[in-house]
């Protein structure tokens, strides 16, 4: 009895740290799921950076609502780069990916801590906050590209 409990308590903490993005019925959805949610992030960010260089007008209230969505879709796609997605479905996904770990860990933390920093500029409401924040955020999707996705 005492080994069940044990076995349960610990099921229930792995079932607890993973996210629920983190499951996906087969690894061509997990691709799709992750080139989706980097769509959308693209999309909105865009719209930031129309601000930011001046192609459209500057909207506090428009920059801001971006900037929330770029920094929540950030968190997003990495739990989709599982083990088996190497391949599964059309992909410029490097293999790199899934043999130096570490690295692409570094640059996706580096990306949410960036579009955190974007989302907060864009909350005090200033262009120049907002300036300042969008070069290095898209200086951390382009190292990622660079370092792992096929040109
Ligand atoms: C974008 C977009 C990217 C990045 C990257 C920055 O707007 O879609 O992938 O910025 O081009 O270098």
Redesign the pocket.
């Known amino acids: 009895m005492k080994t069940l409990a044990s076995f349960v308590l610990a099921a229930a903490a792995v079932a607890a740290s993973a996210p629920a993005s983190a499951q996906f019925a087969k690894p061509e959805d997990a691709i799709k799921y992750r080139q989706s949610a980097?769509f959308v992030?693209?999309?909105h960010?865009?719209r930031v950076?129309a601000m930011a260089n001046g192609r459209t007008p500057y909207d506090a209230k428009v920059a801001q609502e971006n900037a929330d969505i770029v920094a929540e879709m950030a968190k997003l796609p990495w739990a989709a780069f599982g083990p088996g997605t190497d391949k599964a479905a059309k992909t410029g996904a490097k293999p790199e990916i899934w043999t130096e770990q570490a690295k692409f860990k570094e640059h996706s933390d580096k990306l949410i801590a960036e579009t955190t920093k974007l989302a907060a500029a864009a909350k005090m409401g200033n262009v120049d906050a907002l300036k300042a924040a969008f070069g290095p955020?898209?200086?951390?999707?382009?190292a990622c590209?660079d370092n792992f996705r096929t040109q």
Do not use: E
């Not at 955020?137 to 382009?142: D, F, G, L, P, R």
């Open positions: 980097l992030m693209a999309q960010f865009g950076g955020t898209a200086a951390s999707c382009k590209h």
